[in-house]
């Protein structure tokens, strides 16, 4: 094996890490990907012969990387929806470094409120426990700048309610429940199952009438019939986990149109994060449902 092959195989035992990494900073599979991608390209390029810890420098890179990316993010959309990792029921959570430690969709909905900063400090101190005096270059601060960034990050996302109900089978009975309502046109029932403050987003793509967001059980309920009957034409909804959470992938003529991740808490939906994209959702991996 030459040095360069030799090189190659030791990235590839961090890749999952670093993807990882990126997909909690950029929320964007491709995107995560992508940084990834250039991580290793900087990497092939550097002269790492005195690098100790070459996790912990593909890590600092991978988020210099990512840093550069939110920075430069320039068409955003007006409401984003993560894109989703979506799983087999009969699947582990635990088995993907993607999934590990919770990271549900509504908990990235709320790191993209964060300054690119806050979310760098945050997600590589509180989630991978990486140390102040690394990060610090990163962002370009001194070390106790990004121990207050991290701060500020950690008090917005501690203030969210992103945790859901540990229970899945609870979870499951929750959004079955929302389902058989909204199949039925029963909007009473539709709203028993949604918290009064619930937050349906949606990525509709820009063919079908782009992001919304929309608050409030009535609302929620009236939005969810909507969707119900544009997937009801030679449509099936199959269970799945949607970041490690119950969720759904709806299709329609055999072809995915929709992706529905749920927060459950306290028995009720908290939060619906759809994406109905169809660029986006080609982008998915969804032969891991076969």
Not at 70 to 97: G, H
Not at 181 to 186: Q, S
Not at 208 to 222: F, L, P
């Amino acid at each position: 094996m030459n040095d360069a092959d030799w090189l190659a195989h030791r990235f590839e035992t961090h890749r999952e890490h670093l993807r990882a990494v990126a997909y909690r900073m950029l929320g964007s599979l491709s995107e995560a990907d992508d940084a990834v991608q250039e991580s290793w390209l900087r990497l092939s390029r550097s002269d790492t012969s005195d690098v100790g810890n070459l996790a912990g420098w593909l890590t600092t890179v991978v988020g210099r990387v990512c840093l550069d990316m939110l920075r430069s993010r320039k068409a955003r959309r007006e409401e984003f929806v993560p894109d989703p990792i979506v799983s087999r029921e009969d699947d582990s959570p635990e088995e993907s470094a993607l999934l590990a430690d919770s990271v549900g969709l509504a908990l990235l909905v709320v790191l993209d409120t964060l300054t690119p900063g806050e979310r760098l400090a945050f997600v590589l101190r509180d989630m991978f426990a990486l140390p102040f005096d690394e990060i610090a270059p990163i962002v370009g601060r001194s070390e106790a700048a990004t121990r207050q960034l991290a701060s500020r990050a950690r008090r917005r996302v501690r203030g969210a309610p992103v945790a859901p109900d540990p229970d899945l089978a609870r979870q499951r009975a929750v959004v079955d429940a929302f389902l058989a309502a909204a199949h039925g046109g029963d909007f009473e029932a539709l709203v028993a199952v949604l918290d009064p403050d619930v937050v349906l987003r949606a990525d509709r793509g820009a063919d079908r009438g782009g992001s919304i967001e929309v608050t409030g059980a009535a609302a929620v309920a009236g939005q969810a019939l909507t969707f119900s009957r544009l997937g009801a034409r030679g449509g099936t909804v199959r269970h799945a986990l949607v970041n490690g959470a119950a969720g759904v992938v709806a299709t329609r003529d055999g072809h995915p149109f929709s992706v529905l991740g749920f927060t459950v808490a306290g028995g009720r939906i908290v939060e619906i994060d759809i994406l109905a994209d169809p660029v986006r959702l080609a982008r998915l991996d969804l032969t891991v449902l076969d």
